[in-house]
């Protein structure tokens, strides 16, 4: 009761007294490296279930520091997954955020933020919610790697569709584009690209995003009806107005 007392203190104080819908149930998944956040709604066991995979988080301070947290301070994914009124919802968090213990170190928020060691516990966590039911992943910023890594790099997930808001799908063309260190610890969705691009799959990419710059999600996809840019959203805010569609996607 003490630690839920104590993720409830840090999550509302990160969210902007966001509200958590009463039939959201936190727990805890353990993995082999890590213990992964998440909150569930699961009404029908034997359903679809829709997961919707956190960002990087605060990575790095004002300063361009390595964060000593990587809790994410937005709101996006929360706000989207609480408002979805399908039967099965699970907000899943990145290992190292609200939750600190296992393996984690600073890497595992900057350069090796999609190591294989992540990858895993993502995919656990998936495996452990859903077991061999459909899954719908929702990936936002580098939540999208993650959705795609799971689907491709790993086996067993039945994965139905893949939907990214704003997603990081070639962190090595990104961190380019930005000139700043490549993410030289971490698996490259990249490397499985035509796997991925097999999968049922939608993109949603902010028009003023200056984080992750639409064309960089249309090359990587290169289709272009697989691609929506979203006018005036940039990386982090104005996704508001496509919330229902993103939600509606099955």
């Known amino acids: ?140 910023s580098g939540g999208a790697q993650v959705a795609g890594l799971i689907s491709t790099a790993k086996s067993g997930l039945q994965v139905k569709k893949i939907i990214t808001v704003g997603g990081n799908l070639d962190h090595t063309r990104w961190t380019t584009y930005h000139k700043v260190l490549p993410l030289n610890e971490s698996m490259d969705l990249e490397n499985y690209r035509q796997q991925f691009l097999q999968i049922p799959q939608h993109h949603y990419a902010g028009e003023n995003d200056e984080v992750m710059p639409p064309h960089l999600i249309e090359d990587f996809v290169q289709n272009p009806a697989l691609v929506t840019r979203v006018p005036e959203a940039g990386h982090n805010s104005g996704w508001e107005k496509i919330y229902s569609k993103i939600r509606a996607e099955k």
């Open 1 to 140: 009761m003490k630690k839920l007392s104590i993720f409830l203190f840090f999550l509302l104080c990160g969210c902007q007294n966001l509200a958590i819908p009463p039939d959201f149930v936190y727990k805890e998944i353990h993995t082999g490296n890590f213990t992964l956040a998440s909150w569930q709604k699961i009404r029908n066991p034997q359903g679809i279930y829709k997961i919707y995979i956190e960002g990087d988080g605060y990575a790095f301070n004002a300063r361009g520091l390595p964060s000593a947290d990587p809790t994410p301070h937005g709101t996006l994914v929360r706000e989207l997954a609480f408002g979805d009124n399908q039967d099965n919802v699970v907000y899943l968090a990145r290992p190292c955020q609200y939750l600190k213990g296992g393996i984690c170190s600073t890497r595992h928020w900057t350069t090796a933020r999609f190591a294989p060691e992540i990858i895993n516990a993502e995919y656990e966590a998936v495996r452990q919610i859903a077991g061999n039911h459909p899954v719908i992943l929702i990936g936002f």
